[in-house]
């Protein structure tokens, strides 16, 4: 069977494939010749890697992209990781959760990422060592990994808890198992597979400056917080457990400390009608007490275990039709400034569990095939960053040109730094500068007096630390950098601190930060 795999992968190589269409064919053609049935590309990935090893090929990178799986998992410039968080008593009582026996508060057992968690017993190391092996045994660089923990309000869990499930998630990428977080910290900053982002979740009324101090301890760079409405009277209709005040002065806290923060939001709740939704988006980027970074849109839907699957039973709610869902998010994509990404569209629940309301899982591709090429076109980050256009584009990043945008949020001044193609449909990569209103003053000590960097993100498929040849390493991130530092210096800021990710503080450090509490700082002349 190797040798057969060989013989293929050799003939792939010197066929010189174009395209995706022309490597199926080739693939095939070459499966028959050797009388086996078409073999998986992690096989072939496997072989590929062999053969450059012991110099019997020569790298070829268009073949190494075809062959890749879910090319996607590693196209935004990092290879994502989502792991979940143990069963555990959660806080709210909202109407619209499944509460499955033996599951965190609103997910369900057969959700992929669930249901890896399970065959894991919930184990940290255990679920990032398979999804490790799982994008290696797929051709994606893991040189830069984002983990994302998952499960539940993870300010509801204790202290012992969250501190060693994040030290065995670090021990998972280190290949080596430490004795406490603050070592397994420091060795993932030379490690080979380097945690360049943490998010975790949980509700507005959990975050405080203590909570989001000890967040920046566990490594914490993004924030996913339960928002689902801005309107009081649907949050207390779905017993949600707090108000539109309270949401908008979490988000002034996680941002006064540097973090991202995305919303996870939720149209068509009991409660709420068209009309409102759409305002609710509106309000949430014309409003800057609100102004989210990212954006999860979760359209509610009626699922078994849940309090409103009896109300669903009894008649009390209706969800949208298909066709009135898609207008509305069509309506919604309208609204999402450039300097904003929709994360998601749509919750990943396997449509047998869903009773009613939206089951179309390929909602957003749907959507995106429709306005694509129109004056609806999405302008969000993720329908416009490079690792998405580029595939089969001649878009050239030489051409790109600096943009600046600037908005209220949160009681500061946010700088949205880009760098995109000319007609700004192509986003090559960007920076997000904070300076508080009240610089001065600020809860973490080291942040009092800086201009704070909350995100610097190159876009184009991942590279392999040392590697130059993609979009990662043209030095756009430097010079965003650079700029970065400019403004400040022009407003009369002495310092300007970075949240930065565990694995990216050697990169801050070479160009002059250093490490001061939990930021990398750097004093501008």
């Avoid at 009388?35 to 070829?60: C, G, W």
Wanted: hydrophobic letters at 35%; aromatic letters at 8%; proline letters at 4%.
């Amino acid at each position: 069977m190797n040798e057969k795999l060989r013989t293929i992968v050799k003939e792939l190589v010197k066929t010189r494939v174009k395209n995706r269409e022309h490597f199926v064919n080739v693939k095939r053609q070459l499966s028959n010749g050797q009388k086996m049935a078409s073999p998986l590309n992690s096989d072939l990935i496997r072989v590929y890697n062999q053969l450059i090893k012991t110099k019997q090929i020569k790298e070829d990178k268009n073949l190494e992209l075809l062959m890749r799986k879910r090319q996607v998992r590693s196209l935004s410039g990092v290879a994502v990781i989502t792991i979940i968080t143990k069963p555990y008593p959660c806080p709210g009582k909202c109407i619209y959760c499944p509460d499955e026996s033996g599951m965190p508060k609103s997910y369900l057992s057969n959700e992929p990422a669930v249901m890896r968690a399970i065959m894991n017993d919930w184990d940290p190391f255990k679920q990032v060592s398979v999804r490790l092996q799982s994008l290696k045994n797929n051709g994606h660089p893991t040189d830069k990994i984002e983990i994302i923990v998952l499960g539940g309000t993870w300010s509801a869990y204790t202290k012992p808890y969250q501190t060693h499930y994040l030290k065995r998630t670090l021990d998972a990428l280190n290949g080596r198992t430490a004795k406490t977080l603050e070592q397994a910290q420091k060795w993932n900053e030379t490690t080979k597979h380097r945690m360049v982002g943490l998010t975790l979740e949980t509700r507005p009324n959990f975050i405080t400056p203590t909570e989001l101090s000890r967040m920046r301890m566990l490594g914490c760079t993004r924030i996913e917080m339960g928002v689902q409405n801005t309107f009081d009277s649907v949050l207390k209709l779905n017993k949600r457990g707090n108000t539109v005040k309270q949401i908008a002065e979490a988000t002034k806290l996680v941002k006064t400390a540097g973090f991202k923060i995305a919303y996870h939001t939720m149209p068509n709740l009991p409660g709420s009608n068209l009309k409102m939704d759409l305002q609710m988006y509106k309000d949430l980027f014309n409003d800057q007490r609100f102004q989210p970074d990212l954006l999860k849109i979760y359209p509610c839907v009626v699922t078994r275990d849940s309090v409103l699957y009896d109300w669903y039973k009894a008649g009390k709610f209706k969800p949208y039709t298909d066709k009135q869902l898609k207008n509305l998010l069509i309506k919604i994509k309208q609204v999402i400034p450039k300097y904003v990404r929709i994360i998601r569209l749509v919750r990943d629940i396997p449509e047998e569990s869903i009773i009613a309301g939206n089951k179309i899982t390929n909602l957003r591709q749907i959507i995106q095939d429709e306005i694509k090429d129109t004056p609806k076109a999405c302008k969000c980050i993720r329908c416009r960053e490079a690792g998405h256009q580029i595939q089969n584009s001649k878009f050239k990043i030489q051409n790109s040109k600096f943009f600046i945008k600037k908005y209220k949020a949160s009681d500061g001044l946010e700088y949205f730094l880009s760098f995109e193609s000319q007609d700004e449909t192509v986003l090559y990569a960007f920076l997000r500068l904070r300076i508080n209103d009240d610089i001065n003053t600020n809860f973490i000590p080291e942040l009092k007096g800086a201009a704070l960097i909350r995100e610097l993100h190159t876009y184009g498929q991942l590279a392999p630390l040392g590697k130059t040849e993609k979009v990662q390493h043209l030095g756009l991130g430097k010079s965003l950098m650079a700029k970065a530092e400019e403004i400040a210096t022009k407003e009369g800021i002495k310092k300007i601190a970075v949240i930065s990710g565990i694995g990216v503080r050697q990169y801050y450090g070479k160009l002059g930060y250093q490490l001061e509490g939990t930021y990398m700082v750097k004093k501008l002349d």
